[in-house]
C-alpha cells in the first residue's frame, strides 16, 4: 500500500522534494495521529483524536466554562458555609457568656446579702434575743411558739409574717416584736423564700414565713436541704465560711424547689450565736436563664448539676422541667471537669427522639457546689442557611456557567473554527496547485494568524529568505514593543520603575516616579533602588518578595531624596526588558489614604460615642423601674409605720426610713424625667442646704478616708431656681470624685467646698478643692466626655463628670476644670439666680370622707406591691382582693361586684390596658372606676390611652397620702372627668 497517497491530510510538500516510489517511501506517522498504543484505551481515545477541531474546541470551551462554573461556586460555598458556621458558634458562645454573667452576679448578690446579713445588728441581736427567750419559755418553747405564731396566728398561711407579736406575753415575742420587722424586711425586699435563725442545739427559733420548719429541731443526722445546712454551717463555725446546699424538693415549702445558704453568726466577743439561714428560690435563676433572644426556634440555655438534672425549666418543654429533665448531652460534662468550650453531641428528648446539637458549656461554682451552664441549639437549625446557601450557590454557578459556555462557544465560532476553516481552505487550494488564487486569510495576531503568515511565506518562496524575513520581522516588533512600552509608561498616572533582575539597578522611571522620589525629572535615576528603602531589613524583606512574584499592594515605607518618609504600596512583575530579565514596580503614595482612613476612624469613634450616649439613657430607665417596685413597698410601709405606731421612738425611726426612702424615690424619679426626655422639676433651691447635705450624706467615708474637710458657705446666698435633687446629685458626684483623686495620695488630703455669689453676673458658684495630684494638662479636655475615665477598670466608670456636666448645662450653668494653688484640682460650678416670680403654691385638696366597707379588686403581679395596696387601702375600712394578672382579675369581676379596681400597668397574661378594655366589655361602670399604676418610663402609646381615656395614674413609687386620696376622689365622684 501507499500510505503517502491513502493520508487525508494534506502534504505541504513540492512534488519535487516528496520522497519517489509509493510503497518504497519512507514510513510515516499512522494516519490517527495518536501514540496511545493498542488495545481498549485506542479504542477509547481515537474518535476524540478524529474529531475535527471545528467541533473539538467548541466542546472543549463550553466544558471548560461549566467546570469552571461549578467550581466556582463549590468553592464559594464552601468558604461561605465555614463563615456561616463560625458566626453561628460565635452567636452561641456569645449567648452562653451574658448567661454565665447574669447568673454569676445573681449568686455572688446572694453570697454578699448573707455575710452582710450575719453581721448586721438586726441579726445579731435579734437571734441573742429570740434564743433567750427561747430558752425561757422551757421544755414546752417548741410546742408553744409553734401554736402561738402558727396555730393561733390570725392572718392566713401566705400572710403569717404579718404577725409581729404574739399575746402570750412572753419575753421571746418582746423581742420577736422588736426584731421581726427588721428581718422581714430584709427576706421580702432581698426576694428569698425565708430566713430562719437557728441556735447552736439545732432548734429553730425563728422563721419570717412561720412554715412547718419553724419551731422544729434540726436532727443531727437528719436529711433534708435545711438538716443538711445547719450541718454544713456546724462544720464551718471556726472559719466561719458560708454553707449552701443545691436545690432540692422541700417538704416544709409545700415541696417547691428550694436551696439553702447558711452562715455562723458571731457576737462582738466573736462568740457563735447560732445560724442564719437563707432560703432560696428557685425563680430567680430560672427567669434569667429564660430569655429566648437569639435562641431560634430550637435553641436554649440551661444549668445542669453534677446529678445531670436541670437547675432550669427548659423553655421548649409543655410541662415543668426543673430537677426532672435529665441532660443526655455528654459533652456537658466535661464542664464538670472545669472544662469551656463548644462541641457537638446527640440529645435524647421525651418524646423518644433524638437530634444532633450544637453545645456552649462552661462551669459554674457557688459554694463548693459546681453547676453547668450550657447554650445549645439543633445543628438542623443552625446550619440550615448553609444549606440553602448550598443550592442556591449550585443553581446560580450552574446558570452563570451556562451563559459563558454559550459565549464562549459563540466565540469560538467566530474566532477560532471559522479562521481555521479558512487557513484549511487555503491548503486545500495549494494542494491542489492553485498557489495563484488570491488567499481569503484571516490577519491575526494568535496561532491562526501565525499559520495564516507561514501560508503566505510558504507559498511565496521556499528558500533562506523566509528566515531572514522573519528576523527582521521579529526586531521590528521588539523595537516598536519599547517605544509603546515607554509611551505608555510616560503618560502613565502611577509612578514605574524598572529595575534589574541582577543587582537592582534602575534601568527606567517615568516622571511621576521622579516627582515621588523628588529627583529632577530631566535627570535619570542613578542609585540602586535599595537607596530609597527605609532600612535594610525591610529592602531586604521587599526583595523576596517581588523575586517570588508576590509584591502585590504591599505596603511599606521608601525615604524622599530629602530624607523624608512616606507611606507607599508596591507591586512588581517579572518581564523582559530589552531582552535582559527585569521588574516593572509601581509605586503609589498612600498617605492621604492613610490619613483619610485615621478621618473615618475618627469619625467611627464619634458614632461609637453617641451610641453610648443612648445606650446610657436606655440603661438608666431600666435602673429605674426595677427600683420602683420595692421603693413602693419601702415608701409605703415607712410612711403607715410613722403613721400608726404608738411609740415616739417607732415614729421616728420610720420617719428617718421614710424620709431616706422618699429620697431614693426622687432619685428613681429623675431617672425617669431623663429617660422621658422632659424637664426636671424645679423650685426655689438653698445652694449652701444642698452642699450641707451631700457633706453630712459622705461625712463618714471622708472620714474613714483621712481627709479633713472645710467648708466656707456665703451666709446670704441668695436661691437658684433648680432641681434639688439633681444639683445633690452634682455636688455629690464632685464631693465622691474628689475623694477617689485623693485616695492613693501620700501627702495630707484636704477637701474645702465653697459657695460664693457674684451681684454682677446675677450667679452663684460652689466650688470643690481637692489636694491630689489634679489632673493632667493632655487629658483636661476630655474630662467631661461620656465614659472617658482614669480610674482603674471597676473603679470608674467614666458617666459621672458627663452626668454633672448635662445637669449643669440644663441649668443654665456652666462646669469648670481649674489648677489648686500648692497641687490639686477645683471643680467650680456656676448656676443663674432664680426667678421664682409668679410661681404660686397650689392649694392643698381636701380628700372627700371615706366611705368605709366599699370592696376594691388590687391587680398586681408583684405580691409585695399587691399586699402593701391593701394595707393602705384597708386602714380606711376597704374590703380588699387581690389577683396576680389581668385574666385573674377578669374572673373575679364575673363573679363579684367591686366599687373600684387598682391595676398595675405592666402584667403577664393581660396588661393594664387590655384590662381596661376587658372590664369595659362586660362592665362599663366599673371602667369607669380604675386606676393605673406604674413603674416604668410612660411611652407614647401608654400616654396616648391616659389622654384618650382619663384613666388616673399614680407612678411608683406612691405615697400612702396619694393613693388614698385618688381612690376616695374616684369612688366619691370627685376624680377627673372620664
Known amino acids: 500500500m501507499a500510505l503517502a497517497n491513502d493520508s487525508d491530510e494534506p502534504s505541504l510538500l513540492p512534488s519535487a522534494n516528496r520522497p519517489e516510489g509509493g510503497a518504497d517511501a519512507a514510513p510515516g506517522p499512522d494516519p490517527a495521529g495518536d501514540d496511545t498504543g493498542s488495545g481498549w484505551p485506542r479504542l477509547l481515545v481515537r474518535p476524540w483524536t478524529n474529531l475535527r477541531l471545528a467541533i473539538k474546541i467548541p466542546l472543549l470551551v463550553v466544558a471548560a466554562a461549566i467546570v469552571a462554573g461549578m467550581a466556582g461556586a463549590v468553592a464559594d460555598y464552601s468558604w461561605a458555609s465555614r463563615q456561616l458556621r463560625a458566626v453561628a458558634e460565635d452567636k452561641l458562645l456569645g449567648l452562653l457568656q451574658a448567661r454565665m454573667v447574669t447568673v ?58 404579718r404577725l409581729d407579736q404574739a399575746p402570750d406575753g412572753s419575753a421571746y415575742s418582746a423581742a420577736h416584736a422588736l426584731f421581726h420587722p427588721g428581718l422581714r424586711d430584709f427576706a421580702q425586699v432581698y426576694g428569698y423564700r425565708d430566713l430562719l435563725l437557728i441556735d447552736l442545739g439545732g432548734n429553730v427559733i425563728y422563721s419570717v414565713n412561720k412554715r412547718p420548719d419553724f419551731a422544729s429541731r434540726v436532727a443531727p443526722d437528719g436529711h433534708g436541704g435545711l438538716a443538711e445546712t445547719f450541718r454544713a454551717a456546724i462544720a464551718n463555725k471556726a472559719s466561719g465560711k458560708v454553707a449552701f446546699v443545691d436545690f432540692t424538693p422541700y417538704q416544709a415549702a409545700a415541696g417547691d424547689l428550694t ?8 457576737s462582738k466577743a466573736r462568740e457563735p450565736l447560732g445560724v442564719l439561714v437563707l432560703a432560696l428560690a428557685v425563680d430567680p435563676i430560672d427567669r434569667l436563664m429564660q430569655g429566648a433572644a437569639g435562641l431560634g426556634q430550637t435553641g436554649e440555655t440551661l444549668i445542669v448539676g453534677q446529678d445531670l438534672l436541670v437547675r432550669s425549666a427548659s423553655r421548649l418543654a409543655d410541662d415543668a422541667s426543673i430537677l426532672q429533665q435529665r441532660s443526655s448531652i455528654d459533652v456537658i460534662k466535661n464542664g464538670f471537669a472545669g472544662e469551656s468550650g463548644l462541641g457537638y453531641g446527640r440529645e435524647e428528648h ?11 458549656y462552661t462551669p459554674l461554682d457557688f459554694l463548693g457546689t459546681r453547676w453547668v451552664i450550657a447554650a445549645k441549639a439543633d445543628t438542623d437549625e443552625i446550619y440550615s442557611p448553609v444549606r440553602a446557601m448550598g443550592q442556591q450557590a449550585l443553581v446560580n454557578g450552574f446558570s452563570m456557567a451556562l451563559v459563558v459556555a454559550v459565549i464562549g462557544f459563540a466565540i469560538t465560532i467566530l474566532s477560532v473554527v471559522r479562521p481555521i476553516n479558512a487557513v484549511v481552505g487555503a491548503m486545500d487550494e495549494m494542494r491542489n496547485g492553485d ?6 486569510l484571516p490577519e491575526r495576531g494568535d496561532e491562526i494568524g501565525d499559520v495564516s503568515r507561514a501560508l503566505v511565506a510558504f507559498r511565496a518562496s521556499l528558500i533562506e529568505r523566509d528566515k531572514l524575513d522573519a528576523e527582521k520581522q521579529r526586531e521590528s516588533l521588539q523595537a516598536e514593543s519599547g517605544r509603546r512600552f515607554r509611551a505608555i509608561a510616560e503618560s502613565s498616572p502611577m509612578a514605574l520603575i524598572v529595575i534589574e533582575a541582577d543587582g537592582g539597578g534602575i534601568r527606567y ?37 517581588v523575586m517570588a512574584g508576590l509584591a502585590d499592594n504591599v505596603e511599606t515605607r521608601l525615604r524622599r531624596v530629602s530624607g523624608e518618609t512616606f507611606p507607599a504600596a508596591l507591586s512588581s512583575r517579572a518581564f523582559d526588558y530589552d531582552g535582559r ?42 435602673v429605674a423601674h426595677e427600683l420602683n417596685n420595692p421603693l413602693s413597698v419601702v415608701v409605703a410601709q415607712a410612711t403607715m409605720l410613722e403613721e400608726l405606731a404608738t411609740d415616739q ?45 451631700a457633706l453630712e450624706l459622705l461625712s463618714y467615708n471622708l472620714r474613714t478616708a483621712g481627709i479633713e474637710v472645710t467648708a466656707d458657705l456665703a451666709p446670704t446666698l441668695p436661691s437658684i431656681w433648680a432641681d434639688p435633687d439633681q444639683l445633690s446629685q452634682v455636688v455629690t458626684n464632685l464631693i465622691v470624685n474628689a475623694q477617689q483623686a485623693m485616695a492613693d495620695h501620700q501627702g495630707q488630703r484636704r477637701l474645702h467646698v465653697a459657695t460664693t455669689a457674684d451681684a454682677e453676673t446675677h450667679t452663684v458658684c460652689v466650688a470643690v478643692t481637692d489636694s491630689g495630684p489634679g489632673v493632667p494638662a493632655d487629658i483636661k479636655a476630655r474630662i467631661f466626655e461620656p465614659f472617658f475615665t482614669t480610674k482603674p477598670l471597676g473603679v470608674g466608670t467614666g458617666i459621672g463628670l458627663s452626668v454633672c456636666h448635662g445637669v449643669v448645662s440644663s441649668h443654665g450653668g456652666t462646669i469648670e476644670l481649674t489648677d489648686a494653688a500648692g497641687g490639686g484640682a477645683v471643680f467650680r460650678v456656676r448656676l443663674p439666680v432664680g426667678d421664682e416670680t409668679g410661681q404660686t403654691a397650689a392649694a392643698p385638696s381636701v380628700p372627700p370622707p371615706v366611705a368605709a366597707g366599699q370592696r376594691i379588686l388590687v391587680v398586681d403581679d408583684e405580691p409585695g406591691v399587691a399586699e402593701v395596696l391593701s394595707d393602705i387601702l384597708e386602714i380606711d375600712g376597704y374590703a380588699i382582693d387581690l389577683a396576680d394578672s389581668g385574666q385573674a382579675a377578669l374572673d373575679l369581676i364575673a363573679v363579684h361586684a367591686y366599687d373600684a379596681v387598682i391595676s398595675d400597668v405592666h402584667m403577664p397574661d393581660r396588661d ?27 411611652g407614647a402609646s401608654i400616654q396616648a390611652f391616659l389622654d384618650s381615656t382619663g384613666v388616673p395614674c399614680i407612678e411608683k413609687p406612691f405615697l400612702p397620702a396619694e393613693v388614698r386620696r385618688i381612690v376616695a376622689e374616684m369612688l366619691a365622684g370627685t376624680g377627673p372627668a372620664r
Open 649 to 693: 421612738a417607732t415614729v421616728t425611726r420610720g420617719g428617718k426610713i421614710r424620709n431616706a426612702a422618699e429620697r431614693c424615690a426622687r432619685i428613681v424619679k429623675t431617672f425617669l424625667a431623663m429617660a422621658r426626655q422632659r424637664p426636671p422639676s424645679r423650685t426655689a433651691v438653698d445652694l449652701n442646704e444642698v452642699v450641707a447635705a
Open 912 to 938: 393594664g390596658i387590655a384590662l381596661y378594655r376587658g372590664i369595659k366589655e362586660v362592665r362599663p361602670e366599673l371602667a369607669r372606676k380604675l386606676v393605673l399604676v406604674t413603674g416604668d418610663s410612660l
Open 104 to 161: 454569676s452576679d445573681y449568686l455572688a448578690s446572694v453570697g454578699r446579702d448573707l455575710r452582710l446579713g450575719s453581721q448586721t445588728p438586726v441579726v445579731v441581736e435579734g437571734l441573742a434575743a429570740l434564743s433567750n427567750g427561747y430558752g425561757l419559755l422551757g421544755p414546752q418553747a417548741a410546742a408553744s411558739l409553734y401554736r402561738s405564731y402558727v396555730t393561733e396566728n390570725p392572718n392566713p398561711e401566705p400572710r403569717r409574717s
Open 259 to 266: 436551696g439553702f445558704v447558711a452562715a455562723i453568726v458571731y
Open 350 to 360: 421525651a418524646n423518644g427522639t433524638v437530634s444532633d446539637v450544637l453545645v456552649a
Open 509 to 545: 522611571a517615568n516622571p511621576v516616579a521622579h516627582a515621588l522620589l523628588g529627583f529632577d525629572a530631566d535627570k535619570p535615576l542613578e542609585e540602586p533602588m535599595a537607596a530609597f528603602f527605609e532600612s535594610q531589613s525591610e529592602m531586604d524583606r521587599l526583595r523576596g518578595l
Open 581 to 622: 530579565a527585569a521588574f516593572a514596580i509601581g509605586l503609589v503614595d498612600l498617605t492621604q489614604i492613610q490619613e483619610a482612613q485615621a478621618e473615618i476612624q475618627r469619625q467611627r469613634e464619634r458614632i461609637y460615642q453617641s451610641e453610648r450616649i443612648g445606650a446610657l439613657g436606655s440603661l438608666l430607665a431600666g
Open 435 to 440: 498557489r495563484d488564487a488570491p488567499l481569503h
